[in-house]
């Protein structure tokens, strides 16, 4: 609610025309935008690290989810120096550089998005199956993103599935 009285009053204060300023702010917020290259190399990036920090990649060593304690129910991700604008074209908002469309909670900016949207990426892109131990272990179908633009680091966490088979 807060959010859309955010744009609402958005919308009124930047265009005197209030009704094709709403269907632009609609069409915006529905299609989604094509990404640049340094989003996709950035949204691959992160979706490495989700793997990583998870056990789907491992430094030549095979790290199985039960082994050492089982794999984190929980995950999080910072990545540091990430400017205003990118982390807009990261969310879907590539023209809303100044986070004018966002809600502020504190300090941070904070979006609830699907793992298979904010990352571009199939199912099974986020599901890693160990054959051996015929479990499977999928990154949560919701990822919280949070951005502090003061120290321009953003946030990613999440949660992990895990089920056998």
Known sequence: AEQ????????????????AAAAAATATTIRVARDSQE??????????MVKRNMGFK????????YYYGGAPKNWRIEVP????????????????V?????????????????????FR???????KYFDRERVTQKIGSSVTVRYKPSTMVLSISGSAEMFGR
């Open 4 to 19: 859309a009285r955010k744009r609402l009053k958005t919308i009124t204060n930047t265009s005197a025309d209030g009704a």
């Open 81 to 96: 120096d990430i400017p205003k604008a990118t982390f807009a074209a990261l969310m879907y908002r590539p023209t809303d």
């Open 121 to 127: 990426a199939s199912q099974t892109r986020l599901t």
């Open 58 to 65: 491992t430094e030549g060593v095979i790290v199985l989810p």
């Open 39 to 48: 989003i996709k190399n950035l949204r691959r990036g992160l979706l490495n």
């Open 98 to 118: 100044d986070l004018e469309s966002f809600v502020k909670n504190g300090a941070y900016y904070t979006e609830q998005y699907e793992a298979s949207i904010l």
